[in-house]
């Protein structure tokens, strides 16, 4: 797996210092080159590109994509129709730590009357954090001023597709719609 990308990738991974989060830096690099090579015949660059916060860029200015993991799972988006953000989360518990933090005051007075607190928690963060990784800026100070009920990018409407698998939580964030889809490792490997 290591052999098909680029030096540069690999090295990221060695940042890590859980295994695990080595593991899962490869393999979402390893889903993102073989996406990259089945549906638009490119492959990553040999040399490191990041946009203006740090995101990083396909070379191709009409192909953009975003990736994430957490423990046990990676995900990424490709698309060649405006821009795209990822993310995806285990359920969050304890969530009520971190609301006044994260939350909007709308989204703080949804919290407070879920059935399932930790749930919604973990709906908006990977909202939140998908929509940051489209706008390419990345988590910020103030999540709390992000409000997932109303969201846009250049002058269109952001589409937040979110789904739960077991207890992960995926969110694709773009101006078209994006149909999240999880896969196993052994389909990635025939993929």
Partial sequence: MCSSLPPYRVDRSRRYIKRSD???????????????????????????????????????????????????????????????????????????????????????????????PDGFFTEIWTRKEAYLKMLGTGISDEMSAVDTNDLHHEGRRVILNTSWTGDLCVTAASVISVRPEMMSARDLLRF
């Fill in 22 to 116: 080595r593991v899962n830096c490869i393999v979402s690099y390893y889903l993102l080159s073989r996406l990259l090579d089945r549906c638009h015949s490119m492959l990553l660059p040999s040399e490191p590109l990041v946009g203006r916060y740090g995101k990083p860029l396909s070379g191709k200015d009409d192909i953009k994509f975003s990736i994430s993991h957490c423990e046990g799972a990676v995900c990424c988006g490709v698309t060649d129709v405006g821009d795209i953000g990822v993310d995806i989360e285990r359920k969050i518990g304890r969530s009520s730590d971190l609301t006044g933090d994260v939350l909007s005051p709308v989204e703080l007075e949804q919290y407070y009357r879920e059935r399932d």
